[in-house]
């Protein structure tokens, strides 16, 4: 199972998030020779990023909803098909070979058609060779052919399918004729070694094949004698025992597959077919896409090893940040500048975490310490990323090496740090124009402590009046959001970038918030002067009152 390996940011990524994972996936993949690093996103972007990634011409990160385990991570991918028009001893051998459970059967246009294993076949022959009825196949004189390994001598209607009655000629001749005489010539398979006399006479009847064993050859005289009468010839190099046995499996292989079995969606949840797994024929069912292609083959075994995903997480380091059901997950590595949460790991990791105002800028520092070259677009979106997260430079989070790094990709872009910073922020002011919904969600980070859980979004906007005149549809989502989910309470922290101030609406526990020491503009609504960073200045202080609370 190849391996992929995802490089996600938190839940609702803003651009450091985002931009982080691009980066540090092209990071990896440059340093690693088997890297198959995935740049991935755990939401929606957001105008700024949206404008950055179109800018600068890179294609968004892969959206995953969620890492809730599904078939596809766990099914084998390297597995033989069968198309349905083949011989059924061409399947048998596919089966055989690779020590299968099952055998999916395919159309014409590589579609799931149904699948081929033991049980039925098993059945499928027992109804074949039953005493109690005639040796009736489904067969073509092409399958006969390449099953038998045989040596044409005269073909017709070749590819033709036809109920095919496999007659041995094993007895006397006069017992033989009254057998061949009470069957419909043209549904005739006879078997017969170099008794000319059967030849003959099967020819004269026009059977629809007739089929030589040991490798005997047609008589001249009876060759044109079949070719008048239309009857096929073939030379089978078997005896006429195994060339009986063996002409049974020319049936093509979709008359023996299971009709039955209805195959899983690759990105079915593992938890919803479980049962569909436990009650299937050897415990293993085929996997196909959207479009009925067969992708894979799973089984009960399968959900023992290790899924095809492995994680590095950029830009947070909880659970309640990451992506649901993280934890399935093996965690590769973690690159972040927040404070540390509770995520647990069942192995050590590579954990990079230091006090500065961008995850980028930590990224931006390995591809100098590595000695990579920056090409102009990483660089680009390395710089919007210490920006964004810096509100160019200027929060209280921001650090000597966040100046250095911004000045480095600077001089390698060619793009100013301010007028460039301009142009992210400006973007910013396009957040208002959607849903209040969409955007308490764009930019959520939910917290914990041993007692309670909270949410906390934050926007940028030049103008926090046109904030203040949405205030109520604000105060309305946010009191829908503290209920649905049991929070402690939900805020939204609006930082005004010109002038590096913020303000916090928040809604929740009464008691709580009459807690806030923050100066009161109205009900629910607080002043954060000289407060932009929601990390380093209004987080610490609001999980210092949660902890004292109650």
Known sequence: MDKKRYVIGHKNPDTDSVV????????????????????????????????????FKVKPPKFVNDLTPRVENYMKRDINTINFNEPLWDALEKLNDNNARLLPIIDDENKYFSV?????????????????????????????TNTLKAQPILTFNENEIFNGYISVAAMEFESFKKMIDAKIPDNVVCIVGDRKKVQKYVIEKGVQALIITGGHMLDKDLKKLARDNEVSVLISPFATSKTSWLSVYSTPVKYMGDNNIEPLKEDAYISRIMKKLEESVSRCLPVVDKDGHVKGVLSESDLVNEPNIEIIMVDHNEQSQALDGIENYKILEIIDHHRLGNLHTD???????KPVGSTTTLITEMYREQKIPLGKKIASLLLAGILSDTVILQSTTTTKEDKEMAEYLSGITDLSIEKFGKDITRISTEILKKPIKEILNMDMKIYKTSEYKFS??????????????KENDFFEKLEEKKNRNGYLFSALMVTDIVNLNSLLLIKGDKDFILRIGYPKIKENIYELNNIISRKKQLIPYLMELVKKYG
């Open 347 to 353: 192995n050590p990791i590579r954990f990079i975490n």
């Open 116 to 144: 081929l294993h033991y049980n039925v076949f098993a059945q499928s022959i027992i109804d074949i060779v039953s005493p109690s009825k005639d040796k009736i196949i489904p067969t073509s004189i092409s399958h006969l």
């Open 456 to 469: 906390v979004s934050q926007i940028e906007v030049v103008s926090p009046e046109k904030v203040m005149d």
């Open 20 to 55: 982080s994972a691009i980066a540090y996936a092209h990071f990896k993949n440059h340093v690693e020779d088997d890297g198959n690093y995935i740049p991935v996103r755990a939401g929606k972007l957001n105008p700024q990023t949206e404008y950055i990634l179109d800018r």
